[in-house]
């Protein structure tokens, strides 16, 4: 007998009689996709830059993006924001970033609508679209869109994967994280990485493991539902991690440097068609020094750098090889839509030397060459937070100029593959129409045959910003249906519109030329005079490579396209332009809870980020641990911070009680009791008293007294001759246990305390010293 059903929110459909002879049910209609609908897969990888794909002319090894490309499209003028979260915002969608409140990161959110770091609920997600299509929707990897204060156990969780749409997630919330030792989440709840690097694991692998086990898990209940997954790896985001036999294969493969790299790239994208042939290649850029001109152990330390990013973007290719092989087996290939977009271009957070600590290089404490070199087998590898320099980064943004953060085209222009076998006739092409990322939503839902829906869960629903490219997938002749599209990117702007684009550079074309560095304020005056003088001019439809500024010789064009910017800014809620990175970091924001002196952290609970837990760095301090020792004694962690790029921890270890400062990873300063702690209660604590100022411009925090009490009684003391004077990163406060990497080499994590500790309260008194300019610099490497 067949189920009758009605649609979901209206009135019953059946007879309810006295009793049930009398009486015929009828059931709400379980919403089922259309039959035959196509699966959609994104995969967003991070910081990977125009010349980085092999199927985009580059010497890395990526078989499975490029059979992709041959089974589907490569765009060649496919644009992002030039930054993380403002293109994940507009990435699932369809809406430009500031109107998505997403101007930057999350991190350096402020005041004003299209800074805030809100994502509307008007403005829907293509998850919300999708789930209520029938459709299972699974995020997987990084998230980077929730407000930075709501990331923690106190929620609120409404801006979570799980609150906008996505039924499943697995991954990470903010900007980075170690690929050893990653902060992941479950659903709405932080775990630990189901094995430690020792025994294999690798975060990329566990992606694609968790992306595969969520769509089987489905299938096997219905195989007809499609699905929507949204892949995000880490990759190629430092650090720069993988297994060394990775890094390994191509060893020597760069030492003719990054000059030679984009020559050689260059050369090969007009050779697939990537770039026509009279294309010009970009300066020069007057930040990166030549290479010939670096001594000899810094070209081998640079070369391996290289060699360790290579291996760490052709371990993510293969391992997204197995969630395709895996698509391929169940028969889900040829009907899957399946997306693939950077979210900008390459990145220069690594600085002119690169580092092998980002910690080293967030607190001014640069390692000495020799010093790199020491450990230069290890890069890559679970003990290092490693980025390469931005020589590199400038040559994988080839042919184009600058690199992310900046709206010239190396930050904006990226490589996006489009792949559906079974709803696209043309196979290995190259599409050369404008799009930009707020297409993507527009183009699936174009290609699924539906309607952005007027409302969501009661929420009357924005237009989109972005128009369908779906028209081109079968016809490269097609005219492009986006003309125009405004950028701007921390106070750099930009504007395209039917082949012509104009740049705006802040603070200058580069750092070099203008004098100062990355995140200088602009004032209403020194607007004026940019818009007087400061834009450039290109004709990218014939110089793709903004190698030929023509705004002195079409002065009526440029004063057209600044105003069309303008006109763009005032609908969107770009204004007002803001070119700082200091002032937004520490710009009051409202938090979830307000400033204290005490601190209360619980074992077993969710670990506290740095940024929003108790600054303990160059200031009076205590740690006092509520502890039960057993008959025969306890070992573990009582209280850490940190990780092995730097951090503290207080534990007991052959039943006496130590404390360890690990100075971004160069010195370990340590005091221990000389007698055993005795089993039963107790209060166990450490002091930390300054014993001079930071000297904050060389990297070294305060100097201090390190003292441990038991019960109140002073046992060991000791002194520091430096500590950490900015920002521990990555930072979590966790109490009971050392999860990630040790911030001690005298314990292997996670060093799981083995009594009862009920509490630990930190204490603070003194102001706190701090450097936001320093804090700033790790927030944006974590995009």
């Avoid at 107790?682 to 441990?708: C, S």
Wanted: glycine share 10%.
């Amino acid at each position: 007998m067949a189920i009758e059903e009605y649609p979901s929110g209206t009135p019953f459909t059946g007879v309810a009689g006295r009793t049930t002879d009398e009486s015929s049910p009828a059931w709400p209609a379980i919403t089922r996709a259309t039959a035959g609908s196509p699966n959609v897969v994104f995969v967003v990888l991070d910081d990977t830059g125009f010349g980085h794909l092999g199927c985009y002319g580059s010497p890395i090894e990526t078989p499975n993006f490029d059979a992709l490309a041959a089974a589907g499209l490569r765009f060649t003028n496919m644009h992002t924001t030039a930054l993380c979260s403002p293109s994940r915002s507009c990435i699932v969608t369809g809406r430009n970033h500031h109107s998505n409140g997403m101007a930057a990161i999350t991190e350096l959110a402020t005041g004003f609508p299209g800074y805030n770091g809100v994502i509307p609920f008007e403005n829907g997600m293509l998850s919300e679209v999708l789930v209520e299509q029938g459709y299972s929707t699974f995020m997987v990897g990084k998230w980077h869109l929730t407000p930075s204060n709501q990331e923690t156990a106190t929620g609120p969780y409404t801006r979570w994967p799980l609150g906008r749409g996505f039924e499943r997630f697995y991954g990470f919330l903010g900007g980075d994280t170690s690929q050893w030792y990653p902060d992941l989440v479950y659903d709405n709840h932080q775990i630990e990485p189901p094995r430690t690097p020792e025994q294999g694991y690798h975060l990329t692998e566990d992606l694609v493991d968790r992306s595969i086990e969520f769509i089987a898990d489905a299938k096997q209940i219905d195989p007809g539902k499609p699905f929507y997954l949204h892949l995000c790896f880490g990759a190629t985001h430092a650090p720069h991690h993988v297994p060394k036999e990775w890094a390994d294969k191509y060893a020597g493969a760069f030492d003719d440097g990054w000059d030679a790299y984009r020559e050689k790239v260059f050369a090969q994208q007009k050779k697939l068609g990537i770039m026509p042939a009279d294309t010009k290649l970009s300066r020069h850029d007057p930040d990166v020094p030549d290479w010939p001109s670096q001594p000899p152990q810094a070209r081998r330390l640079f070369s391996r750098m290289m060699e360790v990013f290579a291996g760490f973007l052709s371990h993510t290719d293969h391992h997204l090889g197995r969630l395709l092989d895996f698509l391929r087996e169940q028969g889900e290939l040829d009907n899957t839509i399946v997306m693939v977009i950077s979210d900008n271009g390459a990145s220069a957070e690594g600085g002119p030397t690169g580092t092998t600590n980002e910690a080293q290089f967030f607190n001014n404490a640069q390692e000495p060459l020799e010093d790199s070199l020491k450990v230069i087998d290890e890069i890559g590898g679970p003990k290092h937070v490693n980025h390469y320099p931005w020589g590199w980064t400038w040559a994988g943004n080839t042919p184009f100029r600058r690199w992310k953060r900046e709206t010239y085209r190396g930050g904006s222009c990226d490589p996006f593959i489009l792949s559906w076998p079974a709803g696209v006739h043309a196979k290995g092409e190259v599409r050369h129409q404008y799009a930009h990322i707020i297409d993507m939503v527009p183009t699936v839902l174009d290609l699924l045959g539906t309607q952005p829906p007027s409302t969501i869960r009661g929420v009357t629903q924005s237009p989109l910003h972005g128009v369908s490219f779906a028209h081109a997938l079968d016809d490269a002749a097609a005219p492009s249906k986006h003309h125009t599209q405004y950028f701007e990117m921390l106070g750099h702007r930009a504007i395209d519109h039917d082949g012509w684009r104009a740049v705006c550079p802040w603070p200058g074309p580069s750092f070099a030329e203008a004098g100062v560095g990355f995140g200088e304020p602009i004032s209403a005056a020194r607007l004026s005079q940019l818009d007087s003088a400061g834009w450039e001019l290109y004709h990218v439809a014939e110089d793709p490579a903004e190698t030929h500024n023509l705004a002195a010789d079409h002065r009526d064009r440029l004063i057209a396209l600044i105003s069309t910017w303008y006109a763009e800014a005032g609908k969107h809620g770009v204004l007002p332009i803001d070119g700082s990175g200091l002032a937004r970091l520490i710009a009051d924001k409202p938090m979830i809870a307000p400033p204290r002196d005490q601190y209360t952290i619980w074992p077993n609970t969710q670990p506290v980020p740095f940024f929003a837990g108790p600054r303990v760095l160059n200031r009076p301090h205590s740690i006092t641990a509520f502890v039960e020792i057993p008959d025969g004694g306890a070992e573990g962690v009582l209280l850490c911070q940190g990780t092995a790029a730097g951090g503290y921890s207080l534990y007991l270890k052959d039943q006496r009680l130590h404390y360890v400062h690990n100075y971004v990873g160069r010195g370990l300063f340590e005091v221990s009791s000389p007698e055993p702690v005795p089993p039963g209660e107790h209060k166990l604590r450490f002091e930390f008293e300054p014993t001079g100022k930071p000297d904050l411009p060389n990297g070294k925090g305060a100097p201090g007294h390190l003292q441990l009490y038991v019960d109140g009684n002073l046992v060991a003391a000791a002194d520091a001759a430096v500590t950490t004077p900015f920002v521990l990163n990555p930072g979590a406060l966790t109490c009971g246990a050392n999860p990630g990497s040790p911030v001690t080499p005298d314990y292997i994590s996670p060093f799981k305390f083995t009594g009862t500790i009920h509490k630990a309260v930190i204490d603070l008194s003194g102001e706190l010293i701090h450097d936001p300019e320093l804090e700033l610099r790790a927030h944006l490497a974590r995009q």
